[in-house]
Every structure is written in structure tokens, then in C-alpha cells.
């Protein structure tokens, strides 16, 4: 019997994907686990792993094209030449626009302007048209985002200089989807202040010691911290949506790790339900998957408020981009001569410096040492 491979939800405000890269053709014997396409969203590239062990006999996507979450994007047969059930009606809309409510050129470029996706639109017919997007606008009080120069796709190439082009892996796919998120999309600043590390230096080594950690607990700590203060204040947990806050109902903390030569940001979904001990160990197991590429598709994604340490580098500023729809990212750094300096790079769309500044003061001190 056929078994069909669906096409996974990247995030809850998203019900379609953009199929980006496949690495199988129909024919390719596969096994469980292995990776069968990325789907691509504005907060980031996923891969899509087989769940069982067979060939490829169907696929019901296109390339650069959008699916449906839940459709199915390809079908697995037991032998080589088993029959594929009829394509899925969830199956993929091309993205060049040919099929049902799909953008005309002027509309995709609308779009682009106002900063939505084309599954927010109704459309008034089989296609969905520039006055469509632009009824949409209005009624919503949507104002269209100033011209930011060439995209990263069609970026100038210095003249008369041959090279080639090389495919993105998919972290670095992920890379560029976060930089154009927040050029584009977010109204970046930054703050930062020194402040004393002794009182957090000493309050890690207690915990430390009290709970046999074998590693300094101290940027855990502090990222716990940040989400104490993010259940607090809602407001920091937020974004910008349809000229509305929306402030998130559980915290996804995200917290950088460079492996080799990727950086993840890697999450710890739902934080506020763990305790500060219980956050300490998430997070510990997290950076451990992270270093030896282990991490979940899941533990990628969806990261609502962030925390950025360059401090191993003895870097003495560190301005980090912000993850797609977040308000916040954290930095923490510490120089090679001991300075150590806590920095926020902000969305001022959500949040004031006066508001960032109060949060930084804060975080400069565990709780219980105030």
C-alpha cells in the first residue's frame, strides 16, 4: 500500500510552504529517516524526512511552488512500480501562477510591498489580482513597506567576473530568510550597557554546586531569566501582525550555538512551562544535539524572544539580527580584558529603547540577588 508523505506545518501562522529543494526524483529507492525535500517558510527551511522505507512513485509538488500544510507532497510505494493514488487536491500551486487563486505578477509584488502572503488575501476569482490585494490593504489600514533595494536573489554580480553558483545548504538558507525578515520587515535598534558580572558569577557557581552541574550554568541562567521577564511583560514577547501587537501565548526561547561552521538557533519550546533547574537541562541538551547536528526540525523554529553570547570570542560588542517575527534578541559579550556588556537588538515597531533599557538593567542581576 502507498504511503503518502505529507507536507509539515513549519509554523502556526502558516498554512502553506514554499517546496524548495527536492533530493529525490521519482524511481529513488529511500529509507526511513532520510531527507526527501526542504519547505521553506519567512522563518525558516525545513527538511522533510521519509517515514518509511520504500520508492518514490508519485510527487504531487512542484519546485519553488507552494504547498499546502497537510497536503501530500509525495507518495512511497513498497516496490518500485506500485500504482499512486490520484494527486492529492492539497497538492502544490505553481508559483508562476498558474493554478487556482494564485497571484498575478502585479499582485506578487503587492504583496512583497505590504508585507503579507497571498493565503491572507481572498481572491475574486481564479486568480488573485493586484485589486484584490490592494481592497485587502485598504481595509486593513496597511501601509506598503519603502523599496529596500535588490533582493538577495537578484542582487547586482560585480561585472566581468566569472564564478559559479553554489547551492545553500539549508541552514544557510535559513541565514538569508532571517537577514531579508529583518531588513525588510522590522524597524531594527540596538542598546547595550556594561554591567557587573560578580553577582551573576556567584549566584551560577551556588547553582552549580547545588545541583552537581559539571558546566557553568551562568548564560542558562540568565536566558531563564529573560523568560521570567518575557511572562512579566507579554510585550516583549511580541511582534507586528496586520498593524496589531501580537503578543505570543507561550514563550520560545532561542539561544545561538555555533557548530562548526553553522549557527543554529536552537529553541526551547513553551520555556515558562519549566522550572529554572528543568530550563537549565533543556537548554544543555539542546546545545549538545546542536554541536553534533542532531537537532529536530522543531527545535529550529518558531522562536519567539532570543539570547545571543559571543562572550568565548572576547568580542566587547555584539549587534545580533533578530529572528523573524520576534521583538528582542539578546546579546551578551565580555572582552578580552574583562568588560562585560549586555546589548539588545530591537523591533521599535514593538518596543521603545526606554522599555529595552529597563529590560537590560534587569537582566544585568539574577532575581535573587535583588
Known sequence: MATPVHVPRVNNNDDEVRLVELKIEIGSQVTVGQVLAAVETDKAVVDVESPATGFVIAIDAQLDAMARVGGVLLWLGETADEKAPAASAAAATPADGTGEAAPT???????????????????????????DVERYAAARGLSPTAAKGPSASTAALAPEIEGRRVALRPDERGMLATVTWHRDQAVAGYIELPYDPAPWDAYAKQFGEQHGLLLNPMLALMAWRLVELAVESPKLNATIADGQRHEYGEVNLGFTVQAGDVLYLAAVRDAASAGELDFVKRLSGLQRRAAAHELTPLETQGTTIGFSSMARWNVSRHIPILAPHSAVMIAHAVSADGRAVLGATYDHRVLHGGAVAALLRKLSRPRKAD
Do not use: E, F, N
Request: proline content about 4%; aromatic content about 4%.
Open 105 to 131: 505578477a502585479k499582485a506578487r509584488a503587492l504583496l512583497l510591498r505590504y508585507g503579507i502572503s497571498a493565503s491572507q488575501v481572498p481572491a475574486s476569482s481564479a486568480r488573485l489580482s493586484a485589486d
